[in-house]
């Protein structure tokens, strides 16, 4: 059984800054690439924020480039996203996620709430 712990959200006023972790278990992890994605409001689609594969390539969603970081440990079976900079428009369910990278079967965590105050 595969789950997703995330942690990290809250609120935060603009210009501050949140770490958000997922640690996954179930089994390993290192086939799988990771990510983030967050839903700004319900009814609208989740959208990538962040992605890094099994190999370490990175892709940042075009509204974080430049104040969010992803990263992963792989002994830990963990993924960690650095959110600096945050601006209102930030604010959202967070979710992790990883994708098998030959099946492609992907797993989510229930969401994290982010919130940031002007």
């Known amino acids: 059984q595969v789950q997703l712990e995330e942690s990290g959200g809250g609120l935060v006023q603009a210009g501050g800054s949140l770490r958000l972790s997922c640690v996954a278990s179930?089994?390993?992890?290192?086939?799988?690439?990771m990510g983030w994605f967050r839903r700004q409001a319900p009814g609208k689609e989740r959208e990538l924020v962040a992605?890094?594969?099994?190999?370490?390539?990175?892709t940042y969603g075009d509204s974080v480039k430049g104040r969010f970081t992803i990263s992963r440990d792989n002994a830990k079976n963990s993924v960690e996203l650095q959110m600096n900079s945050l601006k209102p428009e930030d604010t959202a369910v967070y979710y992790c996620?990883?994708?098998?990278?030959?099946?492609?079967?992907?797993?989510w965590g229930q969401g994290t709430q982010v919130t940031v105050s002007s």
């Open positions: 996620n990883v994708v098998h990278i030959i099946s492609r079967r992907a797993y």
């Open positions: 179930g089994r390993t992890f290192a086939n799988y690439n």
């Open positions: 992605s890094i594969t099994w190999t370490g390539g990175i």
